[in-house]
């Protein structure tokens, strides 16, 4: 009986030792020889990975960084820009009270409470350094801040470089000038520690462009900013089936493939069900056009030309309004203050959108209701109503005395565009300590390994609040660079 016991116990323990094989296929195992070295490596060169590498470059560590795309910039270059800060300067000009504890409160509640409150705290209290430290290396915002899409509050910094290309470009000299190593095209394959649950992290092993192995070594850490995986379907469905078939806004290389990495050597994730979208290209479409960023200068109207939520809620609550929408779009309308008030990219995308019907604009609102194929009379009345709302200084249809109504839509030409929803972010992901350390499922450190950014979860909670993506990968990239560094 016992002999016959053992033998099953062997069996369970070999198909699990199979399983685990299987889906860990890394050679879990350093090799003979290193192909390069650093003190660091970062894995992605978006706005989290460069931010920790030029931080540890700055506490004197030899830094590499291995980007899979061709090009680098992640998700970041292609944000809408928008960096949260509580800045007495800045909103002090514009009559806007704010600090950290406020911007606080908004997060930790905006997420339903679901964040880790430590990580939030530190994640506000350094707000304005990451914006002044940005400014160190040349980065130049706009005087005024204002209340992006989503944000809840007058408080986010936009560069005067469109989108997020003035983070990414002022980023790379400054990696430059400190002397930090990118290579593109290489895409990490494994994360190698000592053990596959056990011991140091000592670097990971990419492929470059021509399919050869490179085995890069950590001298000191590893850390991930690969991003989230807003563009695996599979993934996100795995986690909210109705995220499969929608668009995203992401880059194709938001597939999670690091995140998943790093779990086969022991990272947990947290949050995964947490997925945000936005207003994006509608199902069925290809081309995103955004006339959404001021909360102040748009409203949303549904088919009937009527509008259907409000337009500074959370995101999660525009998310759910769109999607119960007949056909899951709406229309984001602006007028030509409006229009003007974006960014070039976004002005020279709906000027694209005028081509492929993604987009429409018009000198009279009737006209423009025609374009659109709603209901003119409908159409013509919400935006009266709600130009009255704005000298009344109270938005009665959704109950709104205090929301942001500082302009009409009254200036022609007019514009609007489809309002889908799009993937946007993916707020789960590996579970870190306040100095950025990947967690086991016990909640142990996994020495030398760090990770900031999107492939991080718990900062956000159930829900992200507009321009705290910019805020989060730059404070704890910072954060992880700084403490890669001083590992010994």
């Given amino acids: 009986m016992k002999s016959r016991f053992g033998r099953v116990l062997f069996a369970i323990c070999a198909v699990a030792v199979f399983a685990i094989a299987a889906a860990s296929p890394g050679e879990c195992a350093p090799p003979k020889k290193w192909d390069r070295s650093a003190d660091v490596v970062v894995v992605g060169a978006g706005g989290a990975g460069l931010a920790a590498a030029v931080t540890a470059a700055e506490k004197?560590?030899?830094?590499?960084?291995?980007?899979?795309?061709?090009?680098?910039?992640?998700?970041?270059?292609?944000?809408?820009g928008g960096l949260n800060a509580a800045d007495p300067e800045r909103q002090g000009r514009q009559g806007i009270k704010d600090s950290p504890e406020h911007h606080f409160n908004q997060t930790i509640a905006a997420g339903d409470f679901r964040a880790d409150p430590e990580k939030v705290k530190i994640m506000t209290a350094q707000g304005l350094d990451a914006v002044k430290w940005l400014e160190s290396y040349g980065l130049e915002f706009k005087d005024n801040v204002f209340q992006i899409y989503g944000s809840l509050y007058p408080r986010s910094h936009n560069p005067v470089l469109p989108k997020g290309t003035g983070y990414i470009k002022t980023l790379k000299a400054a990696a430059d000038k400190h002397g930090v190593k990118t290579f593109t095209e290489m895409k990490v394959e494994e994360i190698i520690r000592e053990k596959q649950l056990d011991g140091r992290v000592l670097g990971v092993r990419a492929t470059d462009k021509a399919g050869k192995t490179v085995y890069v070594q950590a001298k000191k850490a590893v850390v991930l900013a690969a991003g989230g995986f807003g563009a695996n379907k599979e993934l996100r469905a795995l986690h909210d089936p109705r995220m499969r078939e929608l668009t995203t806004t992401n880059a194709p290389h938001a597939?999670?493939?690091?995140?998943?990495?790093?779990?086969?050597?022991?990272?947990?994730?947290?949050?995964?069900?947490?997925?945000?979208?936005?207003?994006?290209?509608?199902?069925?479409?290809?081309?995103?056009?955004?006339?959404?960023?001021?909360?102040?200068?748009?409203?949303?109207?549904?088919?009937?030309g009527k509008r259907f939520v409000a337009e500074d809620e959370r995101r999660d609550v525009?998310?759910?309004?769109?999607?119960?929408?007949?056909?899951?779009?709406?229309?984001?309308v602006v007028d030509e203050?409006?229009?003007q008030n974006h960014d070039v990219i976004w002005r020279d995308t709906a000027v694209k959108g005028l081509e492929t019907g993604d987009a429409f604009?018009?000198?009279?609102?009737?006209?423009?209701?025609?374009?659109?194929?709603?209901?003119?009379?409908?159409?013509?009345?919400?935006?009266?109503?709600?130009?009255?709302?704005?000298?009344?200084?109270?938005?009665?249809?959704?109950?709104k005395k205090k929301r942001n109504l500082t302009h009409k839509i009254v200036k022609p030409p007019f514009w609007s565009c489809l309002a889908g929803m799009s993937v946007h972010h993916t707020m789960g992901g590996l579970n870190i300590n306040t100095k950025t350390q990947v967690l086991d499922r016990g909640g142990k450190v996994i020495p030398a390994l760090y990770a900031a950014g999107e492939i991080t979860g718990g900062i956000h909670g159930a829900n992200r609040v507009g321009g705290n993506a910019i805020l989060d990968i730059m404070v704890f990239g910072r954060i992880a660079g700084a403490n890669a560094a001083a590992e010994k």
């Fill in 361 to 399: 604009k018009a000198d009279t609102l009737e006209e423009l209701a025609k374009k659109m194929g709603v209901p003119a009379d409908a159409f013509v009345e919400t935006v009266k109503k709600y130009n009255a709302f704005v000298d009344a200084q109270n938005d009665a249809d959704f109950g």
């Fill in 60 to 80: 004197k560590a030899s830094v590499i960084v291995l980007e899979k795309m061709p090009t680098i910039g992640g998700n970041t270059i292609i944000s809408g």
């Fill in 318 to 332: 525009i998310r759910e309004a769109i999607l119960n929408l007949p056909g899951q779009s709406g229309f984001s």
């Fill in 337 to 339: 203050d409006g229009y």
């Fill in 255 to 304: 597939t999670g493939e690091v995140l998943l990495q790093a779990m086969d050597i022991g990272g947990y994730p947290v949050g995964m069900d947490h997925i945000q979208c936005n207003p994006g290209a509608p199902p069925g479409r290809k081309l995103r056009v955004i006339l959404h960023i001021d909360v102040a200068r748009y409203i949303m109207v549904d088919k009937q």
